[in-house]
């Protein structure tokens, strides 16, 4: 049976609310996973304290890695744009003066054109580095929720394991 909805699982395991799920329940809402619409098994493990702030937390840790990179590059990008500016004034100034050969004033246009080309290879460069980086970011924030998928669910399979020795020992 694939079970479609929290309401279908809490019948299945015979509870009315995520605050009645014992240790015994949660071992078979564990085995009963694979056969759950995975939106509404992941809306369940979310109602778990533990998987809430693990999630959270590692979220949260992505979050300020991609924050502290995109102003690390923010900052770098705005040194080269300046640089390229620097160096076009000079050349700039340069193309200026009066006693300057035709080929003298030809050479300081191509390189005027030069850094112009270079600043705009720069800035796709970089656009291609922020599309990198926001992959990234999702497939940061992907494996955090799985890792915290797979840590409630050894959480489970842990205490299902005390249990059943509780219940040998008895």
């Known amino acids: ?19 009645n799920l014992s240790k015994d329940k949660m071992v078979r809402f564990a085995a009963m996973m694979p056969n759950m619409d995975t939106e509404v098994a992941l809306k369940i493990v979310e109602q778990f304290p533990a998987f809430k702030d693990f999630a959270k937390e ?17 900052h770098s990008q705005e040194h080269v744009h300046r640089a390229w500016q620097e160096v076009r004034d000079i050349l700039k100034g340069e193309l200026g003066k009066d006693d300057l050969s035709r080929e003298e004033k030809k050479f ?46 050894g959480r489970v399979m842990a205490e299902s394991k005390d249990g059943a020795e509780s219940s040998q020992d008895a």
């Open 108 to 153: 300081l246009i191509e390189q005027i054109r030069e850094t112009a080309r270079m600043q705009s290879q720069k800035d796709s460069e970089n656009k291609q580095f922020l599309d990198g980086a926001l992959k990234k970011v999702l497939v940061g924030a992907t494996a955090a929720v799985a890792l915290g998928v797979a840590f409630v669910g």
């Open 58 to 74: 590692a979220v949260s840790a992505v979050e300020r890695a991609h924050e502290s990179t995109l102003s690390a590059n923010n």
């Open 1 to 19: 049976m694939k079970y479609k909805s929290e309401a279908q699982i809490m019948k299945a395991l015979g509870i009315e609310s995520w605050r």
